[in-house]
């Protein structure tokens, strides 16, 4: 294969990939649209910069004030009280979920799926890196639970704290 097909199919592949993003997020965005509808709220050009930046930026963990600084980039007017007015919002629908990883600020992620668990964190004691984990690996403890104390567990939070493997 010359150099010049490679070139093309790469171009095509990273348009093709750019535009299957683009395209889970309108999905995502037509479905939040439908929910806040149901609730008697309106997906307004600031709540949809501000879930935009979340959905843009997931695995970042950003915290309030740097979902604010981005949402200002697209939207200069918006104001911080709206972006956290939003932010609260988007929590009680269950839209977005709280992290707190004891940093002293509060985080949000999108919520992929209402149903399931929450995915684990790792935090890095020396440079504060967040790594996810994706896999639940809990079943067999909920389950004991469950039966122990006849408690249905819907989530939890997990939180390991140790050192990441650039910093090691
Ligand atoms: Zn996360
Ligand atoms: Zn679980
Ligand atoms: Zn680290």
Do not use: W
Request: glycine share 6%; hydrophobic share 35%.
């Amino acid at each position: 294969m010359t150099k010049t097909y490679l070139y093309i199919i790469l171009l095509f592949e990273k348009y093709y990939y750019l535009r299957n993003e683009g395209e889970i997020v309108e999905d995502l965005l037509e479905g939040l649209k439908e929910k806040l509808k149901q609730k008697g709220y309106k997906l307004t050009p600031q709540r949809r910069a501000t879930l935009n930046i979340i959905l843009e930026n997931q695995g970042e963990h950003l915290n309030t004030e740097e979902i604010y600084g981005l949402v200002k980039e697209r939207c200069p007017e918006i104001g911080l009280a709206t972006v956290y007015r939003t932010l609260q919002l988007l929590d009680e629908m269950q839209i977005i979920s709280k992290i707190n990883l004891d940093d002293g600020c509060i985080r949000y992620e999108f919520n992929a799926d209402g149903d399931e668990h929450q995915h684990h964190h790792l935090i890095c004691q020396k440079c504060g890196n967040i790594i996810e984990v994706e896999l639940d690996l809990l079943e067999h403890l909920e389950e004991e639970i469950e039966t122990i104390h006849d408690f249905e567990i819907k989530d939890h939070k997990v939180k390991f704290f140790g050192i990441c493997s650039m910093c090691k």
